[in-house]
């Protein structure tokens, strides 16, 4: 097939993750006609009314901007229709699209998903991996269905995970892998080359969005698995414990290099040294440094420079408590 005229894309995202993805469409030469994005949120204390990342670079190139709160609404449909998109790319866009909107375009939805498909379908695949201490992840691009990212795949990237990142690190390599993988992807479906795999679902896991409870150390779990929880929740929106009934964030971590008999009488949750390094807390296995914390009031610090106040001591216990 041969294209005769630069086909008519509409993209739909919230988050800078898809920033990457609309910029190299555009770079590409591909004619954006709008963007699908959130509506406006407050942030901040002030709650200022902020667009959303998708919505400052459409903005920055003249790309209109449609910000519809419910994608089912029939208004919006029609609204998105007006436009006569012959491909819908999505990427972190935030809403399920129904199959009024999946019908529209001659060449599909296709979907940008911050995992290696059908594993970590859902909200949080990223954040997840992580936390799950994977080594490998990575991008997929996919048809879009019905169901929750269960379409026929067309692409993939793997993207290592090294043992110093956390999932805002992984958040911004995703993000440029998916913006590498789309062009040459959307190239593929105009061209009528691309791929179309479909998900074996027996091989599906999930990804669902975070909770409060995903937040929340038990630390009755090995070291490890904790480590790999405070990643998975730094930059945002952190793991905690509580210290004196109230929330005491953790946001770095490292695995304590003492030896697990010297503190096998430790319950979980104790401190069992207090360091230079850190906060040497016993886990269910193996002991636990916190080196990056933020006690209830107080913006996060270095461990190192909470233990000067003297507030904490050898002995002393996280968690417990209710907060």
Request: glycine fraction near 8%; proline fraction near 8%.
């Amino acid at each position: 097939m041969t294209l005769t005229q630069s086909p008519t894309i509409v993209f739909m995202g919230t988050p800078q993750f898809a920033v990457p993805c609309l910029r190299a469409l555009i770079e590409a030469g591909y004619t954006v006609a709008a963007v699908v994005t959130q509506p406006d949120r407050p942030v901040g204390r002030k709650r200022v009314l902020t667009p959303t990342p998708v919505k400052e670079e459409a903005l920055r190139h003249g790309i209109p901007v449609l910000q519809p709160h419910k994608m089912r609404a029939p208004e919006a449909v029609a609204e998105l229709a007006a436009f006569r998109p012959d491909l819908i790319v999505t990427a972190a866009y935030g809403q399920l699209l129904p199959k009024a909107v999946l019908d529209l375009p001659q060449y599909g939805c296709i979907n940008v998903h911050g995992s290696l498909l059908p594993k970590y379908r859902g909200g949080a695949p990223i954040q997840r991996a992580v936390m799950n201490g994977e080594t490998v992840t990575g991008v997929t691009i996919m048809y879009m269905a019905e169901g929750l990212d269960t379409g026929d795949m067309i692409s993939k990237a793997e993207v290592p995970i090294a043992p110093e990142d956390d999932s805002g690190s992984m958040y911004d390599k995703l993000s440029e892998a998916g913006a590498g993988l789309l062009v040459p992807t959307v190239a593929a479906i105009l061209t009528g080359t691309a791929d179309r795999v479909p998900q074996n679902d027996a091989d599906a896991t999930y990804a669902p969005n975070l909770s409060r409870d995903d937040e929340r150390i038990d630390w009755r779990r090995a070291a490890a698995e904790i480590h790999n929880q405070v990643r998975g929740l730094s930059p945002r929106p952190g793991a905690f414990t509580t210290w004196n009934q109230d929330v005491f964030k953790v946001w770095r971590t490292a695995i304590s290099a003492r030896k697990a008999a010297e503190t096998a009488a430790a319950e979980p949750g104790t401190v069992v040294a207090l360091d230079a390094s850190g906060i040497h807390v016993a886990a269910g296995g193996g002991v636990l440094v916190l080196t990056q914390v933020q006690p209830a009031g107080k913006k996060a610090m270095p461990a190192s420079e909470f233990l000067k106040s003297g507030q904490l001591k050898a002995g002393d216990r996280f968690g417990g408590e209710e907060a």
